[in-house]
């Protein structure tokens, strides 16, 4: 059985609560009909991406943002230059390719290895950590393109998915 929701109280957290470092070890609490209910520190070492000041939504909003997606795709196959990745992954700008890398990297999921050549030689791959999450979110992709005739009967049309506005980013 799932435990039961925390608190609403309890998941309006601040940011800085989210030190592993400062949390007591295995604290349950009794929840509903003898189930445990993870306690606070066993919550915030793991995440709960439904509370709204969890860290881990940041890493999930990079990682499943447009261009998150398809970049860690594209790195599963090896390592790229810039402008390689680029050509790879069809329609991405300059500027969004280079802000979806700086996120990637700042979680630990992309390695970021500059040589000190003329000109610039910069080249891209998945960390260890980068492959894991790449291998999930590959399973995601792979479910919705084995089911795209079904998700398409969805559609308006029938062919043209509809677009709405957080796409535009």
């Known amino acids: ?29 009794p929840g509903h009909e003898g189930e445990p209910l993870l306690g606070l520190s066993d919550k915030l070492r793991r995440g709960d991406v439904l509370a709204t000041a969890c860290p881990s939504r940041a890493v999930l909003r990079r990682v499943t943002s447009r261009w998150g997606v398809l970049v860690l795709i594209a790195l599963q196959s090896g390592t790229y230059r810039f402008s390689e990745l680029r050509r790879s992954i069809g329609g991405v700008s300059e500027r969004m390719l280079a802000q979806t890398l700086q996120g990637l990297e700042a979680d630990g999921f992309v390695a970021r290895r500059a040589y000190p050549v003329v000109p610039p030689h910069v080249e891209y791959s998945l960390t260890p950590l980068g492959a894991e999450v790449a291998d999930k979110v590959r399973v995601l992709a792979d479910w919705i393109e084995m089911n795209l005739p079904r998700i398409s009967q969805s559609w308006p049309d029938g062919t043209t998915p509809p677009s709405t506005d957080a796409e535009a980013s």
């Not at 925390?6 to 470092?21: G, I, M, S, Y």
């Open 1 to 29: 059985m799932i435990p039961p929701r925390a608190t609403a109280q309890r998941d309006n957290l601040e940011p800085h609560n989210f030190e592993p470092n400062n949390l007591e070890p295995n604290n349950l609490e």
